[in-house]
């Protein structure tokens, strides 16, 4: 056995570590400013989102960087105005989650690195073939808007994932990794 997570994969299910998350601070608690941002967006939030907004970690592949996702449930259902609900609501098949199915959201509440936001492509591109020659990382650079050197290591990044047999650059982590940047426990403080 190894003690990487990314190598254990989600094997350490059973022993959750979100206790550092909420060390963090919550998504969810931050809801509240998003919602008094804009008054009418606020309305239409509060009636999209399905349960709590929440943060999860997750480890970068191949490094020890941990970033957080926040991730939450959409019902698009919501949408629909007040008068077809009560019209639809006395029809007997009337399931409004399952003619609008919840939708699960993820979203990056930290900036990507441009070499795992180009990883896959950039492997992508190093597979082509033009004029039955493989493109060069000069080629794949340009192409992606980055730089050469970053074409290198997006193009190495994108081969480990495509073995590994994975598109995602981030590896959710139901438990804590065994060395992570910036992970270390707090102790609570009367601030």
Known sequence: TTDDPVRRGRSCAHTTYYGAITQLGSVTSQRRVIIDFETDVGVLLEQLVVGQIK??????????????????????????????????????????????????????????????????AAYRLSLEKENGKSKTLCQIGQQLGISKRQAHLAKQLGKEMNAAGITDAYICLDCAPHAASRWRKRLATGR
């Open 55 to 120: 943060s999860v970690p997750y480890q970068q592949f191949g490094t020890n960087k941990v970033v957080l996702r926040a991730e939450f449930e959409l019902s698009l259902a919501a949408l629909l105005p007040e008068q077809l609900v009560a019209a639809l609501s006395g029809a007997s098949d009337w399931r409004p989650n399952q003619w609008l199915p919840i939708k699960r959201i993820q979203i990056d509440l930290f900036e990507p690195s441009l070499v795992p936001q180009h990883a896959v």
